[in-house]
T-cell receptor, first 108, second 112 residues
Framework: AQRVTQPEKLLSVFKGAPVELKCNYS??????LFWYVQYSRQRLQLLLR??SRESIKGFTADLNKGETSFHLKKPFAQEEDSAMYYC??????????FGQGTRLTINP | DAGITQSPRHKVTETGTPVTLRCHQT?????MYWYRQDPGHGLRLIHY???????DKGEVSDGYSVSRSKTEDFLLTLESATSSQTSVYFC???????????FGPGTRLTVT
């Protein structure tokens, strides 16, 4: 069965420090992976998708098929990055399978 | 925000009562989804729709039913609410072309 695992429920880093949110997946075939973010009092929204290979708000994520990982990284954290982050993969009919989520807190 | 609204936004109900949540979109997107969000579980798919009157089950569909009689509306019904259905419910939509899903503001349901 397809599964997404985010091993850290909570992650706290200082402003200016590097951030890495971990995501591992199990999927038979070529996965399509995403990071969604939910800022306080805002709707869940797409942050980035691996097929786009783009950097959004300084975040990047590289698909590593050998390690079945899709970790989200940012070299210098900012306070506005504090949010709930979800890793997800697409499963037929545009259905998303989400990980458990990681709450990121950036300390000043 | 994409044109997605959910109603009600908050509801408290008693065990055993029926509850219907509504998702309304103005984007004319084909796909609509209902998720529940619970701590430690992330978001889990309850049911989804790929067109008018076309629906299918998701990961946690037991105790829930859905209906879609119009493109713009997707209803989620709890026939007989239980305390385990206390959760935040999110509706989402997507169109043909991409994989991005657009989420509604959520409905916080408490079953006492």
């Amino acid at each position: 069965a397809q599964r997404v695992t985010q091993p850290e429920k909570l992650l706290s880093v200082f402003k200016g420090a590097p951030v890495e949110l971990k995501c591992n997946y199990s999927y038979s075939g070529s996965p399509e992976l995403f990071w969604y973010v939910q800022y306080s009092r805002q709707r869940l929204q797409l942050l980035l998708r691996h097929i786009s290979r783009e950097s959004i708000k300084g975040f990047t994520a590289d698909l590593n098929k050998g390690e079945t990982s899709f970790h989200l990284k940012k070299p210098f954290a900012q306070e506005e990055d504090s949010a709930m982050y979800y890793c997800a993969l697409i499963q037929g009919a545009q259905k998303l399978v989400f990980g458990q989520g990681t709450r990121l807190t950036i300390n000043p | 925000d994409a044109g997605i609204t959910q109603s009600p936004r908050h509801k408290v109900t008693e065990t055993g009562t029926p509850v219907t949540l509504r998702c309304h979109q103005t984007e004319n997107h084909r796909y609509m989804y209902w998720y529940r969000q619970d701590p430690g579980h992330g978001l889990r798919l309850i049911h989804y729709s790929y067109g008018v009157k076309d629906t299918d089950k998701g990961e946690v569909s037991d105790g829930y039913s859905v209906s879609r009689s119009k493109t713009e509306d997707f209803l989620l019904t709890l026939e007989s609410a239980t305390s385990s259905q206390t959760s935040v419910y999110f509706c989402a939509i997507s169109d043909y072309s991409g994989y991005e899903q657009y989420f509604g503001p959520g409905t916080r349901l408490t079953v006492t």
